[in-house]
């Protein structure tokens, strides 16, 4: 149970002190029961996937427990599982051997695991959804807020573009909420219980957040149809789909019982490693960092969905504390109020030139068109010579923030019309997964006019001028399953790496024929791949 300080009265407490004692009453109360409570959505909802609603939650809870660090959330982590993990299917048990052979792994994330895990919990009870889930952004992202596949999926759940936007979640210049703790879990909770109001099932709901509601559904119709078992083991699904599922069945039985599989958990406290400071507008970074005594790059660290200079103007209007910052969230967001509207960010005046368009004023001035089209009340993109505009700037060079885009290493390449990723990759010479990594997007992008895209650095044909150092602490690695055609000059024009190197992290012989579904280690580069 969590650990009241002796200062607070009792008949005085918060009210979110009140939810987290509820939380964790519920958990204990519910401890041995078999059920898999869900929100009851209506029938229309799934016959609209495109103007998705769910049940509407209670106002967010910001919770700060006060408890020892040692105190562990594994223990209410467990009392939440609703799960059979199935610990007796070959594949779960696969899952499960490589993680005694790689008894390191889940402490590895454990710094990650004490920032984010207790919060997504907490969200997860407070909807009575099954405490596996929790362990999924480990299967997903191993709880790396700028981890990005190939397919175009990002942040730690892993959405992508299209059901990130069908589930509310922002992304925009200036903010990419899939990287947000609090907007990416909620989107990605109000999807499983979409998927779970559908299937009814929480495997079949788990492998379609996974692979898509539209293939498990016509997997399981097509083993009815043919009077065979339509339990997700039995189904007929994609090879990554196969293993994700067990995967986590197989998390969840090591946390259920590690010392039966000779796993040590790492040390994750019940309470949420960060804190949501709720602020009144925009905010250039550099003022905050000023007026809160901390420096930008700590705050981008906190703040891994910022992707610009300053805050959205648009929202969502807060900011990630950690836990144990000196000052409340309360008193930082009073503090930032105090600051004078025209000082929490800079305006200049621009004249319209001829041959501007709104787009390359943007562009010049470190914003964005919408921007533009908010701040100075205009109906459309036109404007005319002559007109006078307003343009929010930095408070000192933009180069300078240490912005997720600004630690990539690459050049500055600006799209024309009829370019395509495959157009800039052949013409710089560099692979089309390399390319979507640095810039963040997916294979089934569009390319507008006008939009910057960084060109990796190997590429043989420079872009432009500008080119920033990429911190070395950066660097992740990914596992690749080989298809069929690759070869080890195919899969490292891809990423961008060399086939000496590929040689050297697989202990390959570089004259052997690569073998179709032969996992291969690959390190890159966070912010160079995602």
């Known amino acids: 149970m969590p650990v009241l300080s002796a200062s607070w009265p009792s008949t005085a407490l918060k009210r979110w002190q009140w939810a987290a004692l509820a939380v964790t009453c519920a958990l204990a109360t519910n401890a041995c029961t078999t059920s898999q409570p869900t929100a009851h959505l209506t029938t229309a909802l799934m016959d609209a996937p495109s103007a998705v609603h769910v049940p509407q939650q209670p106002p967010r809870l910001t919770y700060q427990l006060d408890v020892a660090p040692q105190t562990s959330l594994w223990p209410l982590l467990r009392a939440g599982f609703q799960l059979d993990h199935r610990v007796d299917e070959k594949r779960v048990q696969q899952e499960i051997a490589w993680l005694k052979r790689h008894p390191d792994y889940l402490k590895r994330i454990g710094k990650r695991a004490e920032r984010y895990l207790a919060y997504m919990h907490i969200e997860i009870s407070k909807r009575g959804l099954p405490s596996e889930l929790a362990l999924l952004p480990i299967v997903e992202s191993a709880l790396d807020p700028y981890a990005f596949s190939p397919g175009g999926a990002a942040g730690l759940w892993q959405f992508i573009p299209a059901t990130a936007k069908r589930f509310g979640v922002t992304m925009n210049w200036w903010f990419e909420g899939r990287r947000d703790p609090v907007q990416a879990t909620d989107g990605a909770l109000n999807y499983l219980q979409v998927l779970h109001n559908r299937f009814d099932d929480w495997p079949h709901a788990l492998a379609s957040y996974n692979t898509g509601e539209g293939r498990v559904a016509r997997s399981i119709r097509r083993a009815r149809a043919a009077g065979k078992p339509t339990d997700f083991f039995n189904l007929k699904l994609p090879r990554e789909t196969a293993a994700y599922v067990p995967r986590l069945l197989a998390y969840a039985a090591v946390v259920a019982d590690p010392a039966r599989y000779g796993i040590e958990l790492p ?10 400071v709720e602020l009144d507008g925009q905010y250039d970074i550099a003022v905050i960092a000023r007026e809160i005594g901390v420096d930008p790059e700590t705050l981008y660290r906190w703040n891994p969905a910022l992707n610009q ?11 990630l504390i950690p836990s144990e910052f000196a000052q409340e969230p309360t008193t930082v967001a009073a ?9 929490r960010v800079q305006f200049a005046r621009y004249v319209v030139k001829p041959g501007d368009a709104l787009s390359t004023i943007a562009r010049r001035n470190d914003t964005d068109t919408a921007t533009l089209v908010r701040v100075n009340h205009l109906r459309s993109n036109r404007i005319k010579i002559g007109q006078a505009l307003l343009i929010p700037k930095a408070s000192m060079d933009a180069n300078a923030y240490p912005t997720p885009l600004n630690q990539r290493q690459g050049d500055t390449y600006i799209v ?8 800039i990759s052949r013409r710089f010479d560099v692979g089309m997964t390399a390319l979507m990594k640095l810039n963040e997007v997916g294979p089934k992008s569009t390319l507008r006019v006008g939009q910057e895209m960084l060109i990796p650095a190997s590429a043989k044909t420079t872009a432009s001028s500008r080119a920033v150092a990429l911190p070395p602490q950066t660097n992740r690695t990914l596992r690749y399953a080989v298809r069929r055609g690759d070869s080890l000059h195919r899969i490292a024009n891809k990423f961008g790496v060399t086939v000496a190197q590929i040689s050297r992290w697989n202990s390959l012989d570089a004259s052997r024929l690569l073998q179709p579904g032969q996992m291969l280690k690959l390190t890159v580069n966070a912010t160079s791949a995602r």
């Open 267 to 276: 040390q994750v406290g019940r309470a949420p490693g960060f804190q949501v």
């Open 335 to 343: 503090q930032l109020a105090q600051v004078p509207v025209k000082e």
């Open 309 to 319: 200079w300053a805050t959205p103007p648009g929202g969502p209007h807060r900011l």
């Open 416 to 423: 024309a019309s009829g370019d395509s990723l495959w157009t």
